[in-house]
């Protein structure tokens, strides 16, 4: 069967008729048993390709239709696997989610190879459209010793997240193909996939704070930066500035572990993020509430901040009562390096870590520009923040 990302790139850019409606299919995961796939339906002309050749007003453009396209709120969506049918509704924001048990599922490829094709398709749709995409569906196989969990945004690629005006002109601005993973952290997960037997195929979990809006830039850039295959798990929100300020909005990705955890009972996860937002919270949180299930946390330093480093160091007791290790690391090597330590890479693989380098920062003046007026306008405002914080904490 065809595959879902091929499908997507047979669409012409620029050729969409306004209202038309479409699938975005987010893919998913689940068992031998049990599979869970999500999507969204929305105005055709907001699921985009990516071409070598997009400038940087082709990406304005094609972000502009991600975000400002309608959804298609409360249409039935029918998932069909085998002889295996269920219907679900979209949401007000044109979602939906839709489990399918495969217990009755004879044992074919679809199992075999680690991925359930699931057919989506739009029930009622106007003669001459395309209402058809693939959810494909990833399945752990028999061989994984255990999974990984992993942040995206400053940890796997630059984003700059605490920056808000940097953060938000690399998001507008570049696409799949021009944006940078961090050093060595492509090879580092290939190692981890491959496990220290080296045909493991352990799973790879992608979690965000991002907007399903930016599913196919994530997912383009796992594929062409060679990551390990595995959902990429992206947030519901409404465009709005609540929603893109809300200090809750991180929340969803405790869902989203908790889901994962609840999904494979047996197996251990580790987790990987990063020091810049509420990572090192909520992994030792997650910690705490499966002891003996996560072995190792690790975090990226980005923020070089001495209160926070302590908040870290703090939060690493508390880890370690439940059994886990937190390590604050500067490099995808330094975190290689305690993986085969520790018995999760074939420390043959190193060496490669090693070599797969790149820049540490991208040299762009206007990135450095957005930096500083990032900085100057945080400065200013801290004193009023801080006045409101006090005022919240008086009520």
Known sequence: MANWFRIRRMCPPGKFLRKKPGIQSFGGFG???????????????????VEETDKLTDNLRKMKRRFLSAPGRGVEVEATLGEIKKRVRTDDQGFFSVELDLKDLPQGPCLENGICDVKLELLHCAPGHECVALGRAHVPPDSAR???????????VYTFSPERLRMTYIVLTNNARN?????????????????????EKNPFFYVSSSSWRL?????????????????????AMAFTRSSLFDPRRHDHKKLRFMEILSAYPDLPFLLIGDSGQRDAELYTELARRHPGRIPAL???????NPRKR???????????EAGSELHLVDTSLEAAQIA?????????????????WTLDEPDNPVLSMLSKTARGVARLTRPVRRRKKRARNDR
């Open 31 to 49: 068992t031998a048993g049990r599979i869970l796939v999500r999507g969204m339906v929305v105005e055709q002309k907001g699921i985009v390709c």
């Open 146 to 156: 255990f999974g990984v969990i992993s942040d995206i945004d400053d940890t796997i």
């Open 179 to 199: 944006r940078l993973p961090f050093s060595g952290v492509r090879e580092f997960y290939r190692a981890l996939h491959d496990g220290p037997g080296g045909n």
């Open 215 to 235: 599913y196919d830039v994530m997912r383009d850039f796992m594929r062409i930066n060679d990551m390990p295959p595995g959902p990429v798990l992206l947030r």
């Open 298 to 304: 690790f975090l990226r330093d980005i923020l070089p």
């Open 310 to 320: 302590e908040t870290i160091l703090r939060l690493a007791d508390r880890a370690a």
């Open 340 to 356: 085969a330590k520790r018995g999760w890479i074939n420390p043959a693989r190193l060496p490669a870590i090693e070599k797969d």
